[in-house]
């Protein structure tokens, strides 16, 4: 299971086999052709925000000027305090970005 290092929670972020097949299926724009912006998303993220589905998650996104005309990746982390674990639910690409609580943005 690959482990993707993720500065801004200052811990690697699991992205298990069965996650990495549900992005497969559900955003194949994604995986398998731009894997490794999932990796480049969570180690310089533009923004963070607090999920407003799922308690305990935050959405890391990312524009990419090559992707696709322009796009943003977004990452979604699930984080279990308790057992110090923090892994990956899903990713995908949007054009824009669904409002919510920006935990941080860069300057």
Request: hydrophobic share 40%; charged share 25%.
């Amino acid at each position: 299971m690959p482990l993707l290092p993720c500065p801004y929670i200052g811990a690697d972020v699991e992205l298990t086999e069965e996650r990495e097949q549900h992005i497969a299926a559900r955003h194949p724009d994604l995986i398998p052709e731009h894997r490794e912006l999932i990796s480049g998303t969570l180690a310089d993220p533009d923004r963070v925000r607090h999920s407003t589905r799922f308690s305990g998650a935050r959405l890391f996104s990312r524009w990419y000027n090559g992707l696709a005309g322009g796009k943003y990746v977004v990452v979604v982390v699930v984080s279990d305090a308790v057992h110090d674990r923090h892994w990956i639910v899903t990713a995908y690409i949007a054009r824009s970005l669904a409002h919510g609580g920006v935990e941080w943005q860069r300057s």
